[in-house]
Nanobody, 120 residues
């Protein structure tokens, strides 16, 4: 059983910072890309940032220069450092990972989501 567990969300004032973490656990053979998505009320889930196992990154235009994605392959953990936060960054943030488990096909896994609220 593979699980993704997120932490680090919360309430912050505009201009502030938060760091999200997401740890994958279970019977994992290997992990390819990991990433963060977000969903604001009444909107579709959107990509925030992704990172490959080799460290190549990709960002949504709306967060470039403010957010940084990183990962620790030894810990099966991905991070999202969010700086200069804006009210429009308010959303539930979801961790995603492409994982091959020992007893399953390679597939996408999702975390339970963590709320980020930015006040103006």
């Amino acid at each position: 059983q593979v699980q993704l567990v997120e932490s680090g969300g919360g309430l912050v004032q505009a201009g502030g910072s938060l760091r999200l973490s997401c740890a994958a656990s279970g019977s994992i053979f290997n992990i390819n890309a990991m990433g963060w998505y977000r969903q604001a009320p009444g909107k579709q889930r959107e990509l925030v940032a992704t990172i490959t196992s080799g460290g190549n990154t990709n960002y949504a235009d709306s967060v470039k220069g403010r957010f940084t994605i990183s990962r620790d392959n030894a810990k099966n953990t991905v991070y999202l450092q969010m700086n200069s936060l804006k009210p429009e960054d308010t959303a539930v943030y979801y961790c995603n990972a492409n994982i091959r488990a020992y007893s399953d096909y390679r597939r996408e896994y999702w975390g339970q989501g963590t709320q980020v609220t930015v006040s103006s």
